[in-house]
C-alpha cells in the first residue's frame, strides 16, 4: 500500500475531538488538524486521574482544547509540550487559562511560555505513575519525548509508554528542517530512544496510531534514513557539484510531488550531516540554496 493510501485509511479511523481510552490510564483525543505534515491530525494525551497531565494540547483551537478539558477526570495539573512547533504547543495558553494548570516544557519559544522547564531525566509524579522527559533534538532542538510508568502496571504488565511527539510518528517518516532541525542529533535521539532503560514497550505519537514494536520501529526509522543519506551521497557524486533543487526529483523519486516543499528541508538536513562527517562540502552549509560537492570533487 503506498504512503498516500495508508494515510487515508489512518485518517478515517481516528475522530476528532472524541476521547478515546488507548491504554490503561491513557486517553487520546485528535485535534481536527489533519494534512499533510499532521497526518490524521495531532494527537493530544491525557494521562491519570484525580491528578491528570495533558501532553501536547494541540493547536490554538478553542473546540479542541474543550474537548480535552471535557476529558479530564479530576484537577488539570500539568500541560507538557513535546516540542514548540504550532501544530503541538499554541492550545496550552488557553488550556492553561481556562484550568490554573502548570505550563512545562524544555523551554519558552515561538509563543509557548513554560511556567517551568524539563530537562532531559526531569520527573513528575501523579497518583500511580510517573512521567519522565527525554531530550530528543533533532526534528526540533527542544524537542521532548516523555516516558510514563504506572503503577501497579497495567495487567500485572509493566508496558512503558514513551510519547513521542513528533520524533517518531505512525504512518509517515519525520521532516527535519535545519537549523533548528539537525540529522545528526536526530539520529543520535533516535538510537537513544531505542536504546532507552528500562526499554519502551509501546510509543504514543504525536500523529498516527500506537505502534507496539518500538524498537523495530525506530530501526525502520534508522535503516530509511541511512538509505536515504546513500542515495543523497551518490547523487551528489554523479553531479559533482549540485543545489539542493538539483538533487531534490531524483532523491526524493519515491514520494509524492505534494511533499517536495517539505522533503526539500529534509535533503538540506542530510547534506549538512554528510559536512559534519567530512563527506560532503557546502560553499555555505546554512544558506538552503548553497552549491555542494562530494570529497571527490572539491
Ligand atoms: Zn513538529
Redesign the pocket.
Known amino acids: 500500500m503506498g504512503s498516500q493510501a495508508r494515510r487515508l485509511l489512518t485518517m478515517t479511523t481516528i475522530a476528532h475531538d472524541r476521547p478515546d481510552v488507548v491504554l490503561d490510564g491513557v486517553v487520546r483525543i485528535t485535534a481536527a488538524n489533519p494534512g499533510v505534515m499532521t497526518g490524521p491530525g495531532t494527537n493530544t494525551y491525557l494521562v491519570g486521574s484525580g491528578e491528570v497531565a495533558v501532553i501536547d494540547p494541540g493547536p490554538e483551537d478553542a473546540d479542541h482544547v474543550e474537548a480535552v478539558l471535557s476529558a479530564v477526570e479530576g484537577t488539570l495539573r500539568w500541560i507538557l509540550v513535546t516540542?514548540t512547533?504550532p501544530d503541538?504547543a499554541p492550545g496550552a495558553e488557553r488550556l492553561a487559562a481556562l484550568s490554573g494548570a502548570e505550563r512545562l516544557g524544555f523551554a519558552s519559544r515561538d509563543g509557548f511560555v513554560a511556567d517551568r522547564t524539563l530537562e532531559h531525566g526531569s520527573r513528575l509524579s501523579g497518583p500511580g505513575y510517573t512521567i519522565e522527559a527525554v531530550h530528543t533534538p533533532g526534528?526540533?532542538s527542544n524537542h521532548l519525548c516523555y516516558a510514563l510508568d504506572r503503577d501497579p502496571p497495567a495487567d500485572g504488565k509493566r508496558a512503558r509508554v514513551l510519547f513521542s511527539g513528533?520524533h517518531v510518528m505512525e504512518g509517515s517518516t519525520v521532516v527535519i528542517s535545519p537549523p533548528d532541525g539537525d540529522m545528526v542529533d536526530y539520529l543520535t535521539s533516535l538510537r537513544m530512544v531505542r536504546d532507552l532503560v528500562p526499554r519502551i514497550d509501546v510509543i504514543a505519537p504525536g500523529h498516527g496510531q500506537l505502534i507496539h514494536d518500538p524498537a523495530a520501529a525506530v530501526d525502520r526509522y534508522l535503516d530509511h534514513r541511512a538509505e536515504r543519506e546513500r542515495t543523497v551521497l551518490s547523487a551528489l557524486t554523479r553531479s559533482g557539484t549540485a543545489t539542493v533543487d538539483d538533487l531534490l526529483a531524483e532523491v526524493y523519486a519515491d514520494v509524492d510531488e505534494a511533499r517536495h516543499p517539505i522533503a526539500r528541508r529534509s535533503l538540506w538536513a542530510h547534506l549538512r550531516a554528510l559536512a559534519a562527517t567530512g563527506q560532503a562540502w557546502g560553499d555555505d552549509p546554512d544558506d538552503p540554496d548553497t552549491a555542494w560537492r562530494t570529497a571527490s570533487t572539491s
Open positions: 516540542h512547533h503541538h526534528h526540533a513528533d
